[in-house]
């Protein structure tokens, strides 16, 4: 198996890093936002569905938020990591020129059955006419995991995946993971959930580019709670090198 690039994105911050622990199921739900404080924000607006009229040559991208979203609101409030400003992601990616696809899953929803919601949706952007180096999923968190099964499923390796702050051993213990397509991996050095996606690159037999980023923020799980540029840019540049064919 190819070597997967590992790349570590450096700044210096005043915040104290986390404890790195080993990972179990009521650690993940902790991760997940269960004890966080409930949000009332309205509901937004978003793109839940594909939209009825494609441009095959615009970029599409569908956003699978943490599972705190699920459990507390649109705009929960965690007292480790802060506010989830998930608005604010969907926005930010959308001024990148991305066509955002996402919306606010129920609570207790089931990885594998949203993975086959998300394989519709990437196959019906396919069937329209859309290239695959043209629709990019991502998964923070828990959708994360949701990113990865769809992956698994639609076996297409020119789609582009994003990983952010799940790969550990608890997810390749409960799920069958086969990822394919361009996948790249994003996790903060003090994340004490998300940490290396090498074995699950390892144990995968469709990918074609694969890259990991390790960020130096030190804020650990809480990176994926709000639009950082030091996460954005990763995530625009890797969809910008698919569709323009380039390979790095």
């Known amino acids: 198996?190819?070597?997967?690039?590992?790349?570590?994105?450096?700044?210096?911050?005043?915040?104290?890093?986390?404890?790195?622990?080993?990972?179990?199921?009521?650690?993940?739900?902790?991760?997940?936002?269960?004890?966080?404080?409930?949000?009332?924000?309205p509901t937004p607006a978003f793109?839940?569905?594909?939209?009825?009229?494609?441009?095959?040559?615009?970029?599409?991208?569908?956003?699978?938020?943490?599972?705190?979203?699920e459990e507390r609101g649109i705009r929960p409030t965690d007292p480790r990591y802060g506010t989830y400003e998930y608005v604010?992601?969907?926005?930010?990616?959308?001024?990148?020129?991305?066509?955002?696809?996402?919306?606010?899953?129920p609570s207790g929803t089931d990885p594998e059955r949203y993975a086959r919601t998300v394989q519709g949706q990437v196959e019906a952007l396919l069937a329209a006419g859309v290239p695959a180096r043209h629709v990019t999923v991502l998964g923070a968190s828990k959708g994360a995991v949701i990113a990865m099964l769809a992956s698994t499923f639609i076996r297409n390796r020119d789609v582009n995946f994003v990983l952010m702050s799940n790969c550990n051993d608890w997810v390749r213990e409960h799920f069958r993971v086969d990822l394919?397509?361009?996948?790249?991996?994003?996790?903060?050095?003090?994340?004490e959930f998300g940490t290396s996606c090498g074995p699950i690159f390892a144990q995968s037999r469709g990918l074609a580019r694969r890259k990991e980023v390790v960020?130096?923020?030190?804020?650990?799980?809480?990176?994926?709670?709000?639009?950082?540029?030091e996460w954005l840019d990763l995530v625009d540049a890797w969809a910008r090198e698919a569709a323009s064919g380039e390979r790095r």
């Open 47 to 69: 793109r839940q569905t594909v939209p009825a009229k494609l441009d095959p040559a615009a970029r599409y991208l569908i956003y699978l938020h943490g599972r705190i979203i």
């Open 88 to 105: 604010a992601i969907v926005r930010a990616l959308e001024r990148r020129g991305f066509t955002v696809v996402t919306e606010s899953r």
């Open 215 to 229: 960020l130096q923020l030190g804020t650990g799980h809480a990176v994926l709670y709000r639009p950082l540029p």
């Open 1 to 41: 198996m190819p070597q997967f690039e590992v790349t570590v994105k450096r700044r210096v911050t005043g915040v104290a890093p986390y404890n790195r622990s080993m990972c179990s199921l009521a650690a993940l739900a902790l991760a997940a936002g269960m004890a966080a404080t409930p949000s009332v924000s």
């Open 180 to 191: 394919y397509g361009n996948v790249l991996s994003i996790y903060d050095k003090n994340d």
